[in-house]
Each structure stands twice: as structure tokens, then as C-alpha cells.
């Protein structure tokens, strides 16, 4: 009998056109054998920097349906892990929070990644105050792990980040529980290896940097690519060292291949990276037929 492969519920932001929000991570995680259930928190034609976007937040009330109906399928209680990233309003927030503290209720071994998506320090907070509030106060306290940015784990401490020391003393205030994992994605610190860029992994065990070649670039969705694969990674059973590891390796994989192209945003159908999603798959399925 085949196991059943891991169950992830990704609440973010998607487009049509481009690859932002669930329209970035999804693909990862389905490639390397997951089961996806995204629900978007907006639904837009295409990301930003185009000249023009269509659609809209999602009303509060389809969103609400939505959720109804996951919990009517009993997603929760089959779900590894729950993702959150973009979430554009208050009352869309709350019930993701509503939503996340329900389903950890029922089924505790779930692990819940939270990717508060709050700005970088350029434009700065791109969500209204509220919003991200709500997030500090609500959904990170019940995150296993969370990925902000620099620019977001300094407003959500009041923290300069800046050094080593001063990631670690914001790990101690940020309002996660005390046997969560911290990673602070694209990090330049003080002490960064020159054109590195780092993620920070803060955990009960200690620190950990995780240094990849810096591609000077700041595309739209690689955030969310970033967790996607984080997620891809440890549902292909890597511990978390390693899935920071690999999703390092497979965003600058993507970053080049939208330089080469001159693209405005990710990519994600270089076979570059497409065969390395497959040699994870081809991985789990040797896990498992051995089992």
C-alpha cells in the first residue's frame, strides 16, 4: 500500500498571468509529489509593476466560503502543513487566523509556516498597519516556523537588523513561541561572504546561515518561491538545514534564468530547475518503495 503524499493548504495571494503568491509556490510543491490545496487571499490578472492589474481582494465572504468548504472537506485534518503568505485586509486576516487555530486544534502534528508578507525596504510596508498587526499578533504566535525578510522582522520587533547579534535579539522578541523556527530570508549582513546573500535559521537547536551567491535582482514572487520550496523540501523529508539549503539553490536558479531572460518577474521553466524538482521526486519515490 502507498503512503499518501504529504497535504499542504497555501493561502496567499495568485495571479493569472506571472507567478506571485500560490502561482509561485504551488508549482514546487506539486512537482515534487505534494498534494496542494491554494486559496487565494486575492485574485489578480497579473503582479504589479505591469502597467495595468485586474481584480481584487477577495471579498470577505467568498473567502469565508472558501473556507467553509476546505473544512467541509476535512483539509485540516489531512493536512502536513498550512502556508500562509499575502493577506490584503483585516477581516481576510482574521479568519485565516480563525482558520489556522481551528485546524491545529484538530490536528496537532501539522506544521504551520507562516510567511508574514509585510514589505521590504523598498516601497516599505506594502499591507496596511492593521493588517500587519493582525499577523504579529495573531498568526505568528501560532507559526512552527516563519520566514519574514529583514525589512519585516525589524518592523515587527522594532529591531535594526544589521548584525548577526541583532537577528538573534530579534528572534528573542518576536512574538513566535519559543520552540518555533525563525528564518530570515535575503539577508546582507555586517559579516555576509562579499556577493552572498544569506537566510538565517534561528531555532531551539541555534543559529545556523545558510550563504548562496547573491543575483542581484528583486522580482516579484521570489519570496514566496523561497517558502514554496522550503516546504517542497521538508515534505520530501529533508530537515529544515537543508530545505533552507535547497531552496537557496532553486530560487537562484530561477533568479538567473529571469536575468538571462530579461523577465519582470520569476520564472519557473528553466530545465535546470525543473530536472532538480524531479531528481526530489524521483528521491521521495525511492524513500518510499523502500519503506
Not at 10 to 29: D, E, K, L, R, W
Amino acid at each position: 500500500m502507498m503512503n499518501r503524499p504529504p497535504f499542504v493548504i497555501s493561502i496567499q495571494s495568485q495571479v493569472v498571468f506571472g507567478h506571485v503568491g500560490n502561482s509561485a509556490a504551488v508549482f514546487p510543491m506539486q512537482a515534487v509529489g505534494l498534494q496542494v490545496a491554494p486559496i487565494p487571499t486575492v485574485l489578480f490578472s497579473n503582479t504589479p509593476h505591469y502597467p495595468t492589474m485586474r481584480g481584487a481582494p477577495l471579498p470577505p465572504d467568498i473567502f469565508a466560503d472558501l473556507l467553509r468548504g476546505a473544512n467541509e472537506r476535512g483539509l485540516a485534518e489531512r493536512s502536513d502543513f498550512i502556508l500562509t503568505g499575502y493577506i490584503g485586509s483585516g477581516e481576510v486576516a482574521g479568519m485565516t487566523a480563525d482558520f489556522v487555530s481551528k485546524a491545529k486544534a484538530v490536528n496537532p502534528n501539522l506544521t504551520y509556516v507562516c510567511d508574514p508578507v509585510l514589505g521590504d525596504f523598498q516601497p516599505g510596508l506594502y499591507v496596511p498597519e492593521h493588517v500587519a498587526a493582525m499577523l504579529r499578533d495573531r498568526l505568528l504566535p501560532m507559526a512552527d516556523i516563519a520566514t519574514p525578510n529583514p525589512f519585516e522582522l525589524g518592523w515587527l520587533t522594532g529591531h535594526a537588523i544589521d548584525n548577526i547579534a541583532e537577528v538573534e535579539a530579534a528572534r528573542r522578541s518576536l512574538s513566535i513561541s519559543p520552540t518555533a523556527q525563525l528564518i530570515v530570508t535575503g539577508c546582507s549582513l555586517a559579516d555576509t561572504l562579499q556577493n552572498h546573500i544569506e537566510s538565517v535559521l534561528i531555532g531551539p537547536r541555534g543559529t545556523s546561515r545558510h550563504p548562496v551567491l547573491h543575483i542581484p535582482s528583486t522580482l516579484p514572487g521570489t519570496g514566496d518561491l523561497f517558502v514554496g520550496l522550503i516546504v517542497a523540501g521538508l515534505g520530501c523529508g529533508m530537515d529544515l538545514p537543508k530545505a533552507v539549503d535547497l531552496a537557496q539553490e532553486m530560487t537562484s536558479l530561477a533568479l538567473g534564468h529571469a536575468n538571462t531572460l530579461n523577465a519582470g518577474e520569476v520564472t519557473l521553466d528553466d530545465s535546470q530547475f525543473r530536472h532538480a524538482l524531479l531528481t526530489l521526486t524521483q528521491s521521495r519515490f525511492d524513500q518510499h518503495a523502500s519503506i
